[in-house]
């Protein structure tokens, strides 16, 4: 069975700082993972996906991930945080269920910006 | 192109009452999901669409919550009667399929049962 755990439900950096959010996931075959956000009274947004080929993934508004596939690791960074990039992260796995895909979700972290 | 539409955004009810949400996915997405989503938490797969038929239904509370997708495009989820820990936002969302099950999300309902 597939799952993911988001290390730290809440992290609180400065503006201007480096954002790390961590994801691992587990899977028995090669995932396709996805991070969201949501911000406060709005659904989620699909910043960035990894499927196949580069292993580093550009999203929006500056983030990053990494797959690392020895870690079973798929961190969430941005080299210099905004204050509207305090939001609620989701990092989630695609299920390997035939063509009726479902999305594993992590319990997500909530991005806190200090001025 | 138009995102996935929801309606209402925001509804008060008493306990015991019913409510209904209405979802209208991306045009063409086959799949469609109802998501339940209690404050602090991630989303709950309530239940998926393939066009018009139930694919997994397995955490809807059946007792009380139904939806239903005529035509294989919009949806709507019902909720009779109501409890207070039904108190959350209701997502849906909508995939064009394919290997990678990218969904894509509507602003959601906040619901807040009294």
């Known amino acids: 069975a597939q799952s993911v755990t988001q290390l730290g439900s809440h992290v609180s950096v400065s503006e201007g700082a480096l954002v790390l959010l961590r994801c691992n996931y587990s899977s028995s075959v090669p995932p396709y993972l996805f991070w969201y956000v949501q911000y406060p009274n709005q659904g989620l947004q699909l910043l960035l996906k990894?499927?196949?080929?580069a292993t580093l993934v550009k999203g929006i508004n500056g983030f990053e991930a990494e797959f690392k596939k020895s870690e079973t690791s798929f961190h969430l960074t941005k080299p210099s945080a905004h204050m509207s990039d305090a939001a609620e992260y989701f990092c989630a796995v695609s299920s390997n269920a035939g063509n009726n895909r479902k999305l594993i979700w992590g319990l997500g972290t909530s991005l806190a910006v200090n001025p | 192109e138009a995102g996935v539409a929801q309606s209402p955004r925001y509804k008060i009810i008493e306990k015991r009452q019913s409510v209904a949400f209405w979802c209208n996915p991306i045009s063409g997405h086959a799949t469609l999901y109802w998501y339940q989503q209690i404050l602090g938490q991630g989303p709950k797969l309530l239940i998926q669409?393939?066009?018009?038929?139930?694919?997994?239904d397995s955490q809807l509370p059946k007792d009380r919550f139904s939806a239903e997708r005529l035509k294989g495009v919009d949806s709507t989820l019902k909720i009779q009667p109501a409890k207070l820990e039904d108190s959350a936002v209701y997502l849906c969302?909508?995939?064009?399929?394919?290997?990678?099950?990218?969904?894509?999300f509507g602003p959601g309902t906040r619901l807040t049962v009294l």
């Open positions: 669409f393939q066009n018009n038929g139930v694919v997994d």
């Open positions: 990894y499927t196949t080929g």
């Open positions: 969302a909508s995939s064009p399929g394919g290997l990678s099950g990218e969904q894509f």
